[in-house]
């Protein structure tokens, strides 16, 4: 009988620290995973959109380790928030009647096509960062705030980008930065690198509409044109470098096509090798060879931790409402 009572404690104890041992096993394999939403742009080699694709014809590579698709949608019809940035530098002072007639055309045929919860926020930027509205899906406001816009020294397109991102956060949906500018930055207190990951960290897509003030490359900042470029392609977006007139108007209406006709693709990553390096680089490729995708670059992990290369709400900054 001793015997057995010893026998018991043995394999209680044993028991005990089994569970113990699994328990522990568990928390510390347990891993908190988030759903990477991707906007997805698919065109031919000519340049058409491309809108009737399956999920089965995508495929997702994070950090190179193909994805298991887990949210499809074919012309999301997602909401869409757009933050529209104006930039009212100087050397925009001339032509700024003819592009903010051009910005109203765009913003009237977004209404007209507008899923009941699209909303728009109005940004201007010159030396500094003017919030000129704040989201709305009243034309009408919008359209007032445009007129009264002039031009003034300066261009804080980083800074511009970094505080609509901050907006964005949080918005349902899907989330735009549409940018207007004639020119590089000059005058910001954010760095390329902060602004661009702002727009990641915000999950939105950059469009630019660069309107070239002088044609011949001496006068030309090129290098401000292709950090634009470099900011639209990294989150998915692009940039269109149209004419005044007509060729702006163009130039909105193929991005508001753009945006109609987006495919949005989530995964929940896994099997992912630890890395340092917060950022993780996305591929998504279709199996088709004559089409070309565009969706963002990548993603930071830690959503949730604040960032080291920028300022937080109480950094530096010139953001006047």
């Not at 757009?82 to 592009?99: F, H, Q």
């Not at 765009?106 to 919030?131: E, G, I, K, W």
């Not at 005058?187 to 309107?211: C, N, P, R, W």
């Amino acid at each position: 009988m001793r015997e057995a009572r010893r026998s018991w404690r043995i394999a209680a104890a044993a028991a005990l620290v089994m569970g113990a041992w699994a328990q522990e096993r568990r928390t510390v394999f347990r891993v908190e995973v988030s759903l990477v939403r991707l906007l997805v742009t698919v065109r031919t080699t000519a340049g058409e959109l491309v809108g009737d694709l399956g999920k089965e014809d995508f495929e997702v590579f994070d950090n190179g380790i193909p994805q298991e698709i887990a949210v499809f949608e074919r012309r999301t019809e997602q909401p869409l928030s757009v933050a529209l940035l104006v930039d009212t530098s100087g050397s925009t002072a001339i032509k700024l009647n003819e592009e903010m007639a051009s910005v109203l055309r765009f913003l009237r045929l977004f209404f007209q096509q507008a899923n009941p919860r699209d909303a728009v926020t109005l940004y201007s930027f010159s030396h500094d960062v003017v919030l000129e509205s704040s989201f709305t899906q009243r034309l009408a406001r919008l359209e007032r705030q445009l007129k009264e816009l002039r031009g003034e020294a300066g261009t804080s397109l980083y800074d511009a980008i970094f505080f609509a991102s901050r907006a964005l956060e949080g918005r349902e949906g899907r989330r735009v930065i549409l940018v207007v500018t004639d020119g590089a930055d000059t005058t910001s207190v954010k760095s390329f690198h902060q602004a661009l990951e702002a727009a990641h960290l915000a999950d939105a897509t950059i469009y630019g509409v660069m309107i070239i003030p002088v044609k011949n490359d001496p006068g030309r900042n090129v290098g401000g044109e292709n950090a634009l470029i470099s900011l639209s392609t990294g989150t998915g977006g692009r940039v269109i470098s149209p004419t005044l007139g007509e060729g702006l108007n163009e130039a909105f209406e193929t991005i508001l096509r753009d945006l109609r006709t987006q495919y949005l693709i989530g995964y929940y990553p896994k099997n992912i090798p630890y890395s340092k390096d917060r950022f993780h680089r996305v591929r998504v490729t279709v199996k088709r060879p004559d089409l070309r995708v565009l969706t963002r670059s990548g993603y930071y992990r830690e959503f949730g931790e604040a960032s080291s290369s920028g300022a937080g709400p109480g950094g530096p900054h010139r953001h006047r409402q």
